[in-house]
């Protein structure tokens, strides 16, 4: 069966610092990746997708950035954390070639800027 | 592009009631899937329930059914017999066959009341 990791579960990071969150997927090839981040009480703001290797689309402008340096590894960066970065981070796949199927999330980030 | 929209910010349901969360869309595909998540306090985002557009069937799950009426693009989710742990955010989701994105709508927050 397929399952995500994502780590780590908390974070927390000065102004100014570099961030790197990880997720991987086990139990499938070349799924779609996702990285979303939440407001407290809110909905999802989907930050970036990737549909293979190599392969990202930016849906929001800002200083984060995503790399997929394998298929079943997706890693989210940033440089210089804001303020409002702050928030939950989840990582989803799914099927690219089945599109019935749903996405799947990890268990999500909690990043918190001080 | 497609929206989905949750008009309940927040809804309540007394313990071994019936609540109804209302979601629409809006798209210009005739074929597409809808889906419902729930995310509890662990804020882990978990499948309830999913409908293809071209089964008239509603989808069923246990005490989870849907009632998918597209000419209205309409999919609401009707939770019987609620119970303490169906306390949580729900979101209503939608997912182009041609696309990659999933697309969320902001949320309706479940309250259960003993």
């Known amino acids: 069966s397929q399952t995500i990791h994502q780590w780590p579960a908390t974070l927390v990071q000065p102004v100014g610092s570099p961030l790197s969150l990880e997720c991987t997927v086990e139990?499938?090839?070349?799924?779609?990746l996702y990285w979303y981040r939440q407001a407290a009480g809110r909905g999802l703001q989907l930050l970036f997708y990737s549909v293979g290797i190599g392969q990202i689309s930016s849906e929001v402008p800002q200083n984060l950035s995503a790399s997929r340096p394998q298929d079943r590894q997706f890693i989210l960066s940033s440089k210089k954390l804001l303020l409002s970065d702050s928030g939950f981070y989840l990582c989803?796949?799914?099927?690219?070639?089945?599109?019935?199927?749903?996405?799947?999330f990890g268990d999500g980030t909690r990043l918190s800027i001080l | 592009a497609q929206t989905v929209t949750q008009s309940q910010p927040e809804m309540s349901v007394q313990e071994a009631e019936t609540v109804t969360l209302s979601c629409t869309y809006d798209t210009s595909e005739s074929d597409y899937y809808l889906f419902w998540y729930k995310q509890p306090p662990s804020r882990q985002m978990i499948l309830v329930i999913r409908q293809e557009a071209y089964k008239q069937q509603n989808a069923t799950e246990n005490r989870f059914s849907v009632n998918f009426q597209k000419a209205a693009k309409s999919f609401s989710l009707k939770i019987s017999d609620s119970q303490l742990g169906d306390a949580a955010m729900y979101f209503c989701a939608y997912r182009s066959p041609h696309g990659q994105n999933f697309v969320f709508g902001p949320g309706t927050r479940l309250s259960v009341l003993p």
């Open positions: 989803a796949w799914s099927s690219g070639q089945v599109p019935t199927q749903p996405q799947h």
């Open positions: 139990g499938t090839s070349n799924p779609n």
